[in-house]
């Protein structure tokens, strides 16, 4: 089994900073695509950044230029830095990540997620 657990969200005031970490643990596995998604209070689930195991990364249209996902394969641990907040990004962000267990298929895990507030 593998978990993925989340830190770093918290209350930040408009225009403030914040930095996620998703760590994986588990036994014989390797970490492929790792993504951050976010659910905001009444919509859908939205893919907020994803970032291959090489280091090639996508960003929603959203988020482009304020964050950054990057991801550390020593660590087993992916990362977003968020700049610029704003009141819009205010959700629960949710790590993902695409898993290969040994001698198992490759299998999509979620973390638990962390809220993430802007406000004044």
């Known amino acids: 089994q593998v978990q993925l657990v989340e830190s770093g969200g918290g209350l930040v005031q408009p225009g403030g900073s914040l930095r996620l970490s998703c760590a994986a643990s588990?036994?014989?596995?390797?970490?492929?695509?790792m993504a951050w998604y976010r659910q905001a209070p009444g919509k859908q689930r939205e893919l907020v950044a994803t970032?291959?195991?090489?280091?090639?990364?996508n960003y929603a249209d959203s988020v482009k230029g304020r964050f950054t996902i990057s991801r550390d394969n020593a660590k087993n641990t992916v990362y977003l830095q968020m700049n610029s907040l704003e009141p819009e990004d205010t959700a629960v962000y949710v790590c993902?990540?695409?898993?290969?267990?040994?001698?198992?298929?490759?299998?999509?895990?979620w973390g638990q997620g962390t809220q993430v507030t802007v406000s004044s």
């Open positions: 588990g036994s014989r596995f390797r970490l492929n695509t």
């Open positions: 993902n990540a695409a898993v290969k267990v040994v001698d198992m298929p490759e299998y999509n895990y």
């Open positions: 970032i291959t195991r090489g280091g090639s990364t």
